[in-house]
């Protein structure tokens, strides 16, 4: 949820966190179970009735499990596949969360059918997002391209979304929402791209093979 300066630094600073965790017989997963929690509670209680900028706070400390529970399982030596598949499925859970929120809030008491639109536009993107490197990586290749991650969507939608929720106009977050939008389906676009060279030269590969050993 955050680029590698921010989550080294605060990995630092939840370590003695995570170790008292720990002691108390906390496991990894219940952080991530509480963290997924919090951050659909914060998105989908406060953000529709219009709570916005509480539902960003709400949301953001909960944000925090994502590096809690991986810092966790880093120290007791349980990190896991599971661990692994568990956090990532969450994750997709947590940013439907939030951006079902903001299309409930516009759907309902904004009353704004173009940030209705907007929000919703980046909600199925954000999966698209997701999905395109996911589906790559269970045919064996890779997809880990894009310029809008999962770190950066999240964090600017909610920095946004709360300066609207303290008076900045909803222009700002449509915005937000529109970039990321576009940045989205670039990014999905890069991602198609990639898999498609490295499927042609697969492709390439098996003939060169197939002319060697004459089966062609």
């Known amino acids: 949820m955050l680029n590698r300066f921010a989550r080294a630094l605060f990995t630092r600073i939840f370590t003695p966190v995570a170790r008292l965790l720990l002691s108390w017989g906390v496991s990894p997963d219940v952080v991530t179970l509480v963290g997924t929690f919090g951050v659909c509670a914060g998105s989908l209680i406060l953000f529709p009735i219009g709570e916005l900028f509480w539902g960003v706070m709400v949301v953001t400390a909960f944000v925090f499990s994502d590096l809690l529970d991986g810092t966790m399982a880093r120290l007791s030596g349980r990190s896991s596949v599971w661990g692994a598949y568990l956090d990532s499925t969450l994750d997709r859970l947590g940013d439907g969360a939030v951006f079902g929120g903001l299309v409930l809030f516009y759907a309902g008491r904004g009353d704004d059918d173009v940030m209705t639109a907007l929000a919703l ?12 490197r996911a589906r790559a990586e269970g045919l064996g290749m890779q997809a880990n391209v894009g310029i809008a991650e999962r770190s950066e969507r999240l964090v600017a939608t909610l920095i946004a979304t709360g300066f609207v929720g303290i008076g900045a106009p909803d222009a700002l977050l449509g915005v937000v929402l529109a970039l990321l939008a576009v940045a989205s389906v670039i990014t999905v676009l890069q991602r198609i791209l990639m898999v498609r060279k490295q499927a042609l030269a697969l492709i390439a590969a098996d003939r060169a093979a197939a002319v060697a050993t004459g089966d062609v």
Not at 121 to 132: E, I, P, R
Request: aromatic fraction near 16%.
């Open 121 to 132: 536009t980046c909600l199925v993107l954000g999966y698209l997002v997701s999905y395109s």
